[in-house]
């Protein structure tokens, strides 16, 4: 069954530093998305993207955010100088429809910033 | 007032029990209504999702959404110990507004054998 990959697992990061977040949606999906989920929080949206640029973002993706798709697999999210308050795990997930009901998520990757 | 409301629980029950979970919400302009299911540090698995009111059935899962009281509800009959996880409803607007999901805060839900 097809799946949602997404890599590293884990990362650790001193404050400051840029992370690039790599994720590998599922290959008949158009609809790509990054959220987030604080340890012990719910998750959050960050944002969608669709047709090479982003169709929706929330107010938590600010500046230091982007995304990108720079081949015909990849989807990326880069945090450009990072907080200890992005420490989070971070999902990835894709989808055939733009309704959203059939969203699939990755297994995330866990960020920890020092 | 939240979006999405969910009782966080826990929630621990017998092997073969019937579970209810449920989710309230406040935002009008919800049209699709989905639960996942998370295990400790994995990401969010789809288990049903539905856009009308009325009950969809899917094994042992019966989602059921009730647009008039905003209120939605997944029934699991003859619980197992692997269905112990953290059950979250999430919501989207669809065509409306984008597709952003929102969730809720996840019901932790442990089956006892």
């Known amino acids: 069954e097809p799946e949602v990959t997404q890599t590293p697992s884990h990362q650790v990061t001193q404050m400051g530093q840029e992370v690039i977040l790599r994720c590998v949606p599922i290959?008949?999906?158009?609809?790509f998305y990054w959220y987030r989920q604080i340890l012990g929080q719910k998750v959050e949206f960050l944002v969608s993207f669709y047709n090479n640029e982003i169709s929706e973002k929330s107010e938590i993706f600010d500046d230091q955010f982007s995304v990108e798709r720079p081949d015909g697999s990849n989807f990326t999210l880069k945090i450009r100088s990072t907080k200890l308050e992005d420490s989070a795990m971070y999902f990835c997930?894709?989808?055939?429809?733009?309704?959203?009901?059939?969203?699939?998520f990755g297994p995330g990757t866990r960020l920890l910033v020092l | 007032q939240k979006e999405v409301e969910q009782d966080p629980g826990p929630l621990s029950v017998p092997e073969g029990a019937i579970v209810s979970l449920n989710c309230t919400y406040s935002?009008?302009?919800?049209?699709?209504f989905m639960w996942y299911r998370q295990y400790s540090r994995k990401g969010p698995e789809l288990l049903m999702y539905?856009?009308?009111?009325g009950n969809k059935e899917d094994g042992r899962f019966t989602a059921q959404v009730d647009k008039s009281s905003k209120y939605i509800s997944l029934f699991i009959r003859d619980s197992q110990p692997s269905d112990s996880a953290t059950y979250l409803c999430a919501m989207s607007a669809g065509e409306t507004s984008g597709s952003r999901l929102t969730f809720g805060e996840g019901t932790q839900l442990t089956v006892n054998p």
């Open positions: 290959s008949n999906h158009l609809y």
């Open positions: 997930a894709s989808s055939v429809t733009f309704r959203g009901e059939t969203q699939y």
């Open positions: 539905t856009y009308s009111s």
């Open positions: 935002n009008s302009a919800f049209q699709y």
